[in-house]
């Protein structure tokens, strides 16, 4: 069954740091682009940003441009999210999620990961 | 830009009713980039519908989605008590890559 797993996330004050990371199984981790997808406190979802097969390329959402980084090590099955510079906006619940090929969209979804950014 | 506008915010029906949740796109979506996702209370979300109308493994044929260009529609056709959640659509596109409407509520009666 293919899943992932994140972890990573907790209590930061704004302006420091954290890196989350989401573990892949069940299905090939370096054939898929994989995406964190966050969610405010009763909020919707927000897409983050995605790295692409290989770690060719990534995108990212304006709103977090120059302060995530996203990256992943195939060897591990891992995708991590480095965030700098955090702000009391990032506190959300980070959901790592599968790309499904060719379609645009995330097909395997994790429970996510706590932020909370917070003096 | 591309941003997605849901409409209803929330829709309240009764089981055995239809339910119609319209996506408006401010551009041109290719219908290849266009999904569904339904997300219940303290779960995480699920993809119903990709590239607009094709059903993701395991999901109900009383889903089905339509639409092409700026407006696309998820419809269930007899709504089972397990359908009140929130639905969102996705775009894949240029600027921004990704993004979500603000969800519909489905509620109810």
């Known amino acids: 069954e293919a899943q992932v797993l994140e972890s990573g996330g907790g209590l930061e004050q704004p302006g420091g740091s954290l890196r989350l990371s989401c573990v892949g199984s069940?299905?090939?981790?370096?054939?898929?682009?994989m995406t964190w997808v966050r969610q405010a406190p009763g909020k919707g979802l927000d897409w983050v940003a995605t790295v692409l097969i290989g770690g060719g390329g990534s995108y990212y959402a304006d709103s977090v441009k120059g302060r995530f980084t996203i990256s992943r090590d195939n060897s591990k099955n891992t995708v991590y999210l480095q965030m700098n510079s955090l702000r009391a906006d990032d506190t959300a619940l980070y959901y790592c999620?599968?790309?499904?090929?060719?379609?645009?969209?995330?097909?395997?979804w994790g429970q996510g990961t706590l932020v909370t950014v917070s003096s | 830009e591309v941003v997605l506008t849901q409409s209803p915010d929330t829709l309240s029906l009764s089981p055995g009713e239809r339910a119609t949740l319209s996506c408006r796109a401010s551009?041109?979506?290719?219908?290849?980039?266009l999904a569904w996702y339904q997300q219940k209370p303290g779960q995480t979300p699920r993809l119903l519908i990709y590239r607009a109308s094709t059903r993701a493994t395991g999901i109900p044929d009383r889903f089905s989605g339509s639409g092409s260009g700026t407006d696309f529609t998820l419809t269930i056709s007899r709504l089972e008590p397990e359908d009140f959640a929130v639905y969102y659509c996705q775009q894949y596109g240029s600027s921004p890559r990704y993004s979500f409407g603000q969800g519909t509520k489905l509620e109810m009666k």
């Open positions: 999620a599968k790309n499904f090929p060719g379609s645009g969209s995330f097909d395997i």
């Open positions: 551009q041109s979506v290719s219908s290849s980039y």
């Open positions: 069940g299905f090939t981790f370096s054939g898929c682009a």
